[in-house]
């Protein structure tokens, strides 16, 4: 009998490495591309965020079976990412299932509750809730982000003249952590918003009990320089790839 997503669950750890593929278990629209052998190895596949995150040692056929299952959910095999740690995905694409493994890092929160609260300060922040007035008035593209997951996510806004221009969210949450995603209007980038929000939506997940995760691809200069001021350290590295 092939392992459930709330078996996985017990299986893997918590830790910032996997905070993506255990948050996705937790998921309703996710699904399991298992192995066959022990420990259990597989995807878990998200077809509305074109993603395929891995776990355990590459089998023979799993790519396939992972093929397979993105053209049963309608995911454009083009567009389908995968990710893993970096020897198993070096295995993936020897075998075919990837082109290419660029690097993800997975840095770990390690700074200080008063750093935090100081660069929360710089600018109006806001708690967004579902329903409220402010969830109303993101912009467009920062509404269908949050729409866009299966339920609407712990979020934070940082305000310009009382309007939103920064938001940060948790893209997956476990039992203790939770990987941030944010995301600023062009004209205000590089001014403190998305730190703003960022640390105040870190400040309210801590008081809950979770730690950040931040997960970023290595060439994103400018999302790895806003994670080392809100105080993040390497933990991980994962790789990236496409379907072949």
């Known amino acids: 009998m092939e392992p459930t997503k709330a078996d996985l669950l017990a299986h893997l750890e918590d830790v910032p490495a996997l905070v993506e593929v255990r948050g996705l278990l937790r998921r309703r629209g996710t699904s399991l591309v298992m192995g066959e052998g022990r420990p259990p190895s597989g995807f878990v596949l998200a077809p509305e965020h074109d993603l395929a995150a891995g776990f355990g040692a590459p089998e ?9 299952a993105a053209s049963r ?16 995905m070096e295995a993936w ?19 200080s509750s008063g750093e935090l609260v100081a660069l929360s300060e710089r600018h109006e922040v806001q708690l967004v809730e579902e329903g409220d007035a402010m969830a ?32 940060a969210y948790a ?18 980038r590089r001014e403190g918003f998305g730190a703003c929000a960022a640390a105040a939506l870190m400040l309210e997940q801590a008081r809950a009990g979770r730690s950040a ?16 001021r809100l105080g993040f350290v390497s933990a991980a590295r994962w790789a990236d790839g496409r379907l072949a």
């Open 171 to 188: 893209f997956v949450e476990t039992e203790g952590l939770w990987d941030v995603s944010v995301e600023t209007e062009a004209p205000f």
């Open 213 to 228: 995760v931040w997960s970023v691809a290595s060439t994103n200069a400018p999302s790895l320089a806003l994670a080392e």
């Open 93 to 111: 694409c020897a075998a075919g299932a990837a082109r290419s493994a660029g690097g993800v890092e997975v840095l770990s929160w390690a700074g």
């Open 73 to 88: 959910a309608d995911v454009d095999r083009a567009h389908l990412r995968l990710r893993a740690e970096p020897a198993v």
């Open 136 to 167: 109303r008035d993101l912009p467009a593209a920062m509404r269908r982000e949050l729409e866009a997951l299966e339920s609407w996510p712990a979020a934070a806004v940082a305000l310009a003249g009382g309007e939103p221009v920064a938001l």
């Open 60 to 68: 023979p056929g799993l790519a396939d079976r992972l093929a397979e």
